[in-house]
């Protein structure tokens, strides 16, 4: 080998090293980017799914009375807004008036379960271990941190509004914009799996309010049935905590057994059995038939989903954990399940 092609092969080399160098550095910082900003993306997530449901609920309107858009997009956002507005002009006072009630009432009801457990040997175990933690400082600290939002309660709200008001007006404009930063070859497809995943979210949004909803109407029932005071605020906690899997109902029976074990431990039993009972109904025959076109999720990856983006991001990660594994698994699916099934159904 000639000193001129030696030299050549060396400065190939060098630069073989310099491009891996600064592949991985470019990968660290897109990383590094994403860590910092995926409280933004989840803001951004949130708003995309109000948008979905003002843009379905239209969509419904348009096909069964046949209006012009503009007339059904504007019923689709003033009537939700008319709607809860008059819920709470109806029932807001007694609604206020319970969540009072319960925040004024916990520290008993909390002494009083207490006092109801110490009773039996796993009682006084369980008593044992909540004073433990409740000692404990660090369980403070991962709350106020696992609480904490992007910028705050109100405007975390604030940005969601604003963000699926203006997609949910013009989604066509924002949805050209992500298309064109796709090479020209894949705008077709790109428009595909963007459409899809608005119709998925959509459904999945849609099965979601009806699963909520049937879950305040039996949890409402068996409340009043049971004559447990303060029936209503708990059954809207037990309706709205279960658009979040897993953890939702959880936290919302925590206040519902503490109400009933002020009035028996039998009671308390009979609530946990009946929150239980109810999540079952609602994961094994409303959710699959509501959602039943849907991409099925696995549970426990709805799970390990809630946990890392949860530790990421806080309440609002553990709230769009789901949504967020379905886009990805579409994704997935579109972009490269299925070009693999066609390529190896063409080679065959």
Not at 180 to 197: C, D, F, G, I, W
Not at 230 to 239: D, E, H, R, S, T
Request: with cysteine.
């Amino acid at each position: 080998m000639s000193a001129q092609q030696r030299e050549q092969t060396e400065y190939s080399f060098v630069q073989k090293v310099w491009i891996v160098g600064l592949i991985f550095s470019l990968i660290a910082i897109i990383l590094l980017i994403f860590e910092a900003t995926f409280n933004i993306l989840i803001l951004v997530l949130a708003g995309s799914l109000i948008a979905c449901f003002f843009r379905g609920l239209s969509s419904y309107i348009k096909d069964k009375a046949g209006w012009n858009e503009k007339i059904t997009l504007s019923i689709s956002v003033i009537g939700p807004l008319l709607i809860i507005a008059g819920t709470f002009w109806l029932i807001g006072a007694t609604i206020s008036s319970q969540a009072s009630q319960i925040e004024k009432t916990l520290p008993s009801l909390i002494e009083e379960a207490q006092n109801s457990l110490s009773g039996s040997r796993v009682g006084r175990e369980i008593t044992v271990q909540l004073e433990q933690l409740q000692s404990t400082k660090k369980i403070p600290e991962y709350l106020s941190k696992f609480f904490m939002t992007t910028f705050g309660g109100i405007g975390d709200v604030y940005i969601i509004l604003l963000i699926g008001i203006f997609f949910t007006i013009s989604p066509q404009l924002y949805k050209n914009g992500i298309i064109q930063m796709v090479p020209p070859r894949k705008r077709e497809k790109a428009q595909e799996v963007l459409t899809h995943l608005g119709s998925d979210l959509t459904k999945w949004l849609a099965g979601k309010f009806i699963a909520m909803f049937a879950v305040f109407c039996l949890t409402s029932i068996g409340l009043v049935i049971m004559g447990i005071p303060m029936w209503l605020i708990l059954a809207i906690m037990a309706g709205v905590l279960n658009f979040i899997p897993n953890f939702g109902p959880l936290a919302a029976m925590i206040p519902a057994v503490l109400v009933a074990i002020a009035i028996s431990p039998t009671t308390a039993l009979i609530i946990v059995i009946m929150y239980t009972v109810i999540q079952l109904i609602e994961s094994s025959f409303i959710t699959p038939k509501a959602q039943q076109k849907l991409v099925n999720i696995p549970p426990a990856l709805i799970i390990i989903s809630q946990i890392f983006v949860g530790a990421m991001t806080g309440i609002w990660g553990l709230i769009f954990a789901t949504p967020l594994v379905l886009i990805l698994i579409i994704l997935v699916q579109d972009l490269y399940v299925k070009p693999m099934e066609e390529k190896k159904q063409h080679s065959d």
